[in-house]
Nanobody, 121 residues
Framework: QVQLVESGGGLVQAGDSLRLSCAVS????????MGWFRQAPGKEREFVAG????????YYVDSVKGRFAISRDNTKNTVYLQMNSLNPEDTAVYYC????????????????WGQGTQVDA
């Protein structure tokens, strides 16, 4: 059974940085396309960032380009989301997700999800 566990969320001031981590177990991490999503109160879950199997390509929603960076370490079965210059619009529960396949921004196409970590800015 594949499990994803996020960590690193918290309460920060506007302009601060946080790094989220997502540890994956029970599957072949290096074969998964990984994504980060977020959901703010009263809003739908939205795609934030994604990374291919090798980490060679990354994708971002426009609102975080230049501020957020997704990366992965296949030796540690972990994906990261470095978030800089946080602002109140970034406040949300952040989820990591995995899918077998290629790039997608659709949450419906992801097979595995973490429990989420709260970010308040």
């Amino acid at each position: 059974q594949v499990q994803l566990v996020e960590s690193g969320g918290g309460l920060v001031q506007a302009g601060d940085s946080l790094r989220l981590s997502c540890a994956v177990s029970g599957g072949t991490f290096s074969s998964y396309y990984m994504g980060w999503f977020r959901q703010a109160p009263g809003k739908e879950r939205e795609f934030v960032a994604g990374i291919t199997w090798t980490g060679g390509r990354t994708y971002y929603v426009d609102s975080v380009k230049g501020r957020f960076a997704i990366s992965r370490d296949n030796t540690k079965n972990t994906v990261y989301l470095q978030m800089n210059s946080l602002n109140p619009e970034d406040t949300a529960v952040y989820y990591c997700a995995a899918r077998s396949g290629t790039y997608s921004q659709s949450s419906a196409l992801y097979h595995y999800w973490g429990q989420g970590t709260q970010v308040d800015a």
